[in-house]
């Protein structure tokens, strides 16, 4: 029989899930980048340039962003990936699931002048289309928590990647600070679905955002399941108190 896959705090089959969390996203995509603003504060720009940042992109590599969205990391990847006109080999992909939020990643980025260099993808993370070895570098920022078979993702972008090649988490994690909890909770459960349903028009997606961040595997957990997965040197660093970690994993 098939396990069933949370959707925040409702246990649901995993074809469920994957259909709910489709209708999450195509609900909010077009308020989308002025709610994670607001949400958090202008901070996810720098929890993504960090994620860049230890990335350690180098010209020419071959760069696939996972559950990409609105294209917030594959902007920020291809200024390094890209530097000049002369660097030209290097590609990214920008990936994901969903095509509502797809098209809105490749509208902004070619409005913002960005065309060469950069394919857009529509795939599950769980089941890639891509041949093995293909991407020096795989990142999947403020996704995974989304994808209904977590182990599945994992096995996928390993194969996807090339020997020597390093994958990136950026995710919700577990808060270190307890004493903070109350605060937190409060944050996540009241002012997430209030702000949502006044910008967005929809507080159940935000209210699914809290409860998704309170199930989803913790650092040392996640980082279990990249061991499992067949990573090796998996390193894990805390922003925000671990309100958000970074995972980063490498095929040796
Ligand atoms: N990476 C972007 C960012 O950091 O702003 C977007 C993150 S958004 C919170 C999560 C994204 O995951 C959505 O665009 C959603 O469509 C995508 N997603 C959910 N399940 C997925 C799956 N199984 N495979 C690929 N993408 C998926």
């Known amino acids: 029989m098939t396990e069933p896959a949370d959707f925040g705090f409702k246990q649901v089959s995993p074809d469920e899930k994957t259909r709910r969390v489709r209708a999450v996203f195509e609900s909010v995509a077009p308020r989308y980048d002025i709610m994670n603003d607001l949400m958090s504060l202008g901070m996810h720009r720098l929890w993504k340039r960090h994620a860049v940042a230890l990335l350690n992109i ?69 089941t890639l289309p891509f041949p093995a070895q293909s991407f020096d570098r795989i990142c999947i920022a403020f996704g995974l928590r989304n994808v209904t078979d977590k182990a599945a993702a994992l096995h996928s972008a390993y194969t996807a990647l090339r020997y020597g090649g390093c994958y990136l988490i950026l995710e919700f994690s577990r808060l ?77």
């Open 58 to 126: 180098r010209p020419g590599q071959q760069i696939l962003d996972l559950a990409g969205g609105t294209g917030d990391l594959t902007h920020l990847i291809h200024a390094q990936l890209r530097p000049s006109m002369q660097a030209t080999a290097g590609r990214i992909i920008l990936s994901d699931i969903n095509p509502a939020m797809l098209t809105l990643g490749r509208d902004r980025l070619l409005n913002e002048g960005l065309v060469e260099g950069i394919d857009y993808v529509q795939a599950n993370a769980e």
């Open 176 to 252: 270190l600070l307890t004493s903070l909890e109350p605060f937190y909770d409060a944050y996540s459960f009241k002012w997430l679905p209030w702000l949502g349903e006044r910008i967005a028009g929809d507080a159940d997606s935000y209210r699914y955002l809290a409860e998704s961040i309170r199930k989803h595997p913790d650092q040392a957990a996640l980082t279990g399941m990249l061991h499992a997965a067949g990573f090796a040197r998996v390193e894990c660093s805390n922003l925000a108190g671990g309100i958000v970690a970074i995972h980063r994993a490498y095929k040796l």
